[in-house]
């Protein structure tokens, strides 16, 4: 936890410092700071746009009954921007509107489940245990007879049961 505030209250704001002199060298200052206040503008109007967009779809999914984990990744990733576009700097205003772009955010959003997939299923596989409910069971997770009996050696990973969907 120290690198990463670290990293973001030394290392990202000596970068920003240092890009914001190289371009001032190039485009002078005054063109330098309207830059950024014209970036912070321009991304808080793209930031409103998407945002309202983000927050319409996830709406929509809910309604339908559908979980939106997409769109509340697109969400996340607007305000990540947001907060970006607002921090004065350029390489801040860069990693901004590539969290703007739809295109990128879906590339991180693939690379994020990936990742996510490959640790749930390592986690699973770790773990061994199986509860099974039949009726008639002396304890609700413990099998009725021998038939239904697991390889102690080779547990599973199933949940056995029944269930009824009342609307």
């Known amino acids: 936890m120290f690198r990463i505030l670290f990293v973001l209250f030394i290392v990202v704001p000596i970068i920003e410092i240092a890009l914001l002199i190289q371009v001032s060298d190039i485009i002078g200052g005054v063109a330098t700071i309207a830059l950024v206040i014209l970036t912070a503008i321009f991304g808080a109007k793209l930031v409103k746009q998407q ?100 390889n102690k050696e080779h547990p599973s990973n199933t949940i056995e049961g029944e269930y009824q969907r009342k609307d």
Request: glycine share 8%; charged share 10%.
């Open 51 to 150: 945002g309202l967009s983000a927050y319409s779809n996830v709406q929509g999914q809910m309604a339908q009954g559908q979980m939106p984990a997409t769109e509340l990744f697109a969400g996340l990733c607007v305000i990540i921007a947001g907060v970006l576009l607002m921090t004065p700097g350029i390489m801040t205003d860069i990693l901004g509107f590539m969290l703007l772009t739809p295109a990128i955010r879906a590339q991180l959003a693939k690379a994020l489940m990936k990742q996510v997939t490959v640790k749930m299923q390592s986690s699973m596989s770790q773990s061994h245990t199986t509860f099974t409910h039949h009726s008639g069971a002396a304890h609700p997770f413990e099998h009725a007879d021998d038939t239904h009996s697991q």
